[in-house]
């Protein structure tokens, strides 16, 4: 979760170094928790992912690529950023 310790972590490298990020979280709660993080004028884009075969749906529909993955669960959600 972007919401962790290594995903908030590499967010506030993305922050300090002015890149984009898409910040993958689990529930509502830890978007907010994400939103009130960064409160500045930096923020990540943040989705609430669902279930694999939806949040391979959810990916593409942010038509974006990625230079950078950095995904802890694995499996069928990692492929899903990883493919784009």
Do not use: N
């Not at 509502?28 to 989705?47: D, T, V």
């Amino acid at each position: 979760s972007a919401a962790g310790g290594c995903g908030g972590a590499a967010l506030s490298i993305c922050e300090s170094l002015g890149c984009s990020a898409d910040a993958v979280v689990g529930s509502e709660h830890k978007a907010a928790f994400l939103r009130s993080r960064f409160p500045g004028g930096w923020q990540p884009r943040i989705l609430v992912r669902t279930t694999p075969r939806e949040y391979a749906s959810q990916i593409g529909a942010m038509d974006t690529q990625y230079d950078v993955v950095l995904d802890s669960l694995g499996g069928s959600y990692f492929s899903a950023a990883l493919d784009r």
